[in-house]
């Protein structure tokens, strides 16, 4: 008579069907706050305060799983970066824990590593089921310039172990008296030499200088804005443009033209690219670089900026892009597939017009290119109708990050709200 008892080697091999086939543990729903988290978002989507405030919050960078790290502008309880955790899958953080002693900006997730960088330097921690392991600080770049003017050492990682760094020009227009009325421009302007542009570092290289990077491209006052896509393995910025057209030259520019001039440029980046600043601007009325008044220009003049890289897109000026984000996720319905969102920050300059940006704008692409035009996500950050300065605002996007499940996340600076936005369904 036969055994009707499997072989113990069967039994291992239901056993392991078993629990590799056994349904995943549910991840609890997310529902959006009933306010919204207090900004609007397009039919379907909806938004969480996953905190009210952790202090001015600059990049964020989200992990595998999940934990959510933020660089802050001002030290809190001593410390610079801020991990917060959603134990209870809830959509709030309910664990929050501070470390590194240094501001900054620049956050990225790449090689198992956290990057974080402060106005000078690039440091990694490795990364662990709960944050990093802050023993195993490694310094990537280190003394690099550094200016109150312009201080963000924005970062992003590509496919091939490079960083890439935006070490911003410490000037408006490169003159030899800094936002004088009257003082021409510094032609050649020296401040490219070391600042103005994107420098590539090795991500894995230890102790490196600006000496040991290059420069990849050039011509580029300060972007904040900094994102590597992997889908096209293009490197992309958004540029602030110059300030002060109507103070400087009254004679060329009014109030008005100050406002909209110069564009927020968005730009496709090749090494050795060259975007004209700061004897060039682009003006989105016109479709043209124009020259810079402070090298002759006379806002029509175009014959210096032959060859300068155009962007791929213009904004409105003074809007004050702070940072680029390409969404890679499923959650989000097909058209924002690969495309890009900006986190506009506002500005000072379109005084005495009234004031603009404080959103956070989608931009659909394709093969690694605007397709249509650009439209806003994200509003109501800054809480009134009408901003007359930055210092009303209520909210200022800053950073913005894609979660695991395809969420998106938003930094503000002012106190330091996160937003996560969901898609709820078309119903």
């Keep these: 008579m036969k055994s009707t008892f499997l072989h113990p080697y069967k039994w291992i091999v239901i056993i392991f069907l078993i629990l590799n086939f056994l349904p995943a543990k549910a991840q609890k729903t997310i529902k959006p706050d009933a306010d919204n988290g207090g900004i609007k978002t397009p039919k379907g989507f909806g938004a969480i305060q996953v905190v009210p405030s952790v202090g001015r919050l600059r990049h964020i960078a989200v992990d595998g799983n999940g934990n959510i790290f933020v660089k802050l502008n001002y030290l809190k309880d001593g410390k610079g970066i801020y991990v917060l955790r959603d134990t209870d899958e809830d959509g709030k953080a309910d664990d929050i824990q501070g470390f590194g002693n240094y501001i900054g900006t620049g956050m990225a997730i790449g090689n198992g590593y956290l990057y974080a960088s402060s106005d000078s330097s690039v440091y990694r921690y490795p990364l662990t089921p709960k944050g990093v392991d802050t023993s195993k600080i490694e310094t990537i770049v280190a003394s690099v310039p550094y200016s109150s003017n312009h201080p963000a050492k924005s970062i992003t990682l590509d496919n091939e172990g490079k960083l890439y760094m935006n070490i911003g020009a410490p000037s408006n227009a490169c003159q030899e008296n800094d936002r004088t009325k009257g003082s021409p421009g510094m032609n050649p302007c020296p401040l490219l030499e070391h600042y103005g542009g994107i420098w590539q570092f090795d991500a894995n290289k230890q102790g490196q200088k600006q000496a040991d990077g290059e420069r990849f491209a050039t011509g580029l006052r300060n972007?904040?804005?900094?994102?590597?896509?992997?889908?096209?393995?293009?490197?992309?910025?958004?540029?602030?443009?110059?300030?002060?057209?109507?103070?400087?030259?009254?004679?060329?520019?009014?109030?008005?033209?100050?406002?909209?001039?110069?564009?927020?440029?968005?730009?496709?980046?090749?090494?050795?690219?060259?975007?004209?600043?700061?004897?060039?601007?682009?003006?989105?009325?016109?479709?043209?670089?124009?020259?810079?008044?402070?090298?002759?220009?006379?806002?029509?003049?175009?014959?210096?900026?032959?060859?300068?890289?155009?962007?791929?897109?213009?904004?409105?000026?003074?809007?004050?892009?702070?940072?680029?984000?390409?969404?890679?996720?499923?959650?989000?319905?097909?058209?924002?597939?690969?495309?890009?969102?900006?986190?506009?920050?506002?500005?000072?300059?379109?005084?005495?017009?009234?004031?603009?940006?404080?959103?956070?704008?989608?931009?659909?692409?394709?093969?690694?290119?605007?397709?249509?035009?650009?439209?806003?996500?994200?509003?109501?950050?800054?809480?009134?109708?009408?901003?007359?300065?930055?210092?009303?605002?209520?909210?200022?996007?800053?950073?913005?990050?894609?979660?695991?499940?395809?969420?998106?996340?938003?930094?503000?600076?002012?106190?330091?709200?996160?937003?996560r936005i969901v898609y709820k369904g078309a119903n």
């Design 223 to 419: 972007c904040v804005a900094l994102e590597w896509d992997s889908y096209s393995k293009n490197l992309y910025v958004v540029q602030h443009g110059r300030d002060q057209l109507d103070m400087l030259f009254p004679k060329l520019y009014t109030h008005e033209q100050n406002a909209e001039l110069p564009a927020e440029e968005f730009f496709m980046l090749k090494k050795g690219s060259d975007c004209g600043w700061p004897y060039c601007y682009y003006d989105q009325f016109q479709k043209k670089k124009i020259e810079s008044p402070e090298y002759g220009g006379d806002s029509k003049k175009t014959d210096k900026c032959q060859g300068k890289n155009l962007p791929i897109m213009a904004f409105p000026g003074h809007w004050a892009p702070n940072d680029l984000l390409f969404y890679h996720g499923s959650q989000f319905p097909e058209k924002y597939k690969n495309g890009a969102f900006i986190a506009f920050h506002g500005s000072w300059n379109r005084a005495p017009m009234m004031q603009a940006g404080y959103f956070v704008a989608f931009v659909p692409f394709k093969d690694g290119k605007p397709s249509g035009d650009w439209e806003v996500f994200a509003e109501g950050f800054a809480g009134g109708p009408e901003v007359k300065s930055p210092n009303d605002a209520k909210h200022r996007p800053m950073g913005l990050a894609e979660g695991p499940d395809g969420s998106l996340y938003i930094t503000d600076s002012v106190v330091g709200t996160i937003w």
